[in-house]
């Protein structure tokens, strides 16, 4: 590895903090070959950095794939449950959301493992709004993630 081609590297990861999303929708198509998925800004510039060093650098070695798929294939570290809930139900990552309850606006934020409300962890939003309400919440439908069966 050269000092040029690092400094490169550098420089265009440092600079897709500043790139309009569009043009890193464009710089996706570019380096992929593939539309970009409909995730946020933060996810594309975390894969599109990835992708830049992957491709100036070189990926993972052919024993580290190995290992990762062996992981992925082993039942004791991939939770079924979670893996089986629609995609629409799990927000991603870092999203927050933001209620109104009797005149009060209560902040949640998406974790990897769940959620986090007043600095506490919660594994479901149905938690989150029990802890809020006092009551039981389908947690979804009182964050407005789906509809309360058309009562609203």
């Given amino acids: 590895m050269t000092a040029p081609q690092s400094d490169s590297v550098l420089a ?3 600079a897709l903090a ?3 999303t569009p043009a890193l929708k464009a710089m996706w198509r570019e380096l ?4 970009p998925p409909p995730f946020n800004r933060q996810y594309l510039v975390s894969r599109l950095s990835y992708r830049i ?6 990926g993972l070695s052919a024993a580290t794939a190995a290992r ?4 992925a294939a082993d039942d004791r570290y ?4 979670r893996a089986r809930k629609p995609i629409r139900e799990r927000p991603i990552a870092g999203t927050r959301l933001i209620r109104e309850w009797q005149g009060i606006d209560h902040s949640v934020t998406v974790t990897v493992d769940g959620f986090e409300y007043q600095g506490r962890p919660f594994k479901s939003l149905s938690a989150v709004a029990r802890a809020i309400t006092g009551t039981r ?3 979804p439908a009182f964050f407005g993630l789906k509809s309360q069966g058309g009562a609203k």
């Fill in 12 to 14: 265009r990861i440092a």
């Fill in 18 to 20: 500043t790139t309009p």
């Fill in 32 to 35: 992929f070959q593939s539309d």
């Fill in 53 to 58: 060093q992957e491709l100036a650098f070189g």
């Fill in 68 to 71: 990762l798929d062996a992981i």
């Fill in 78 to 81: 991939v939770d079924r449950e």
């Fill in 137 to 139: 919440w389908n947690g």
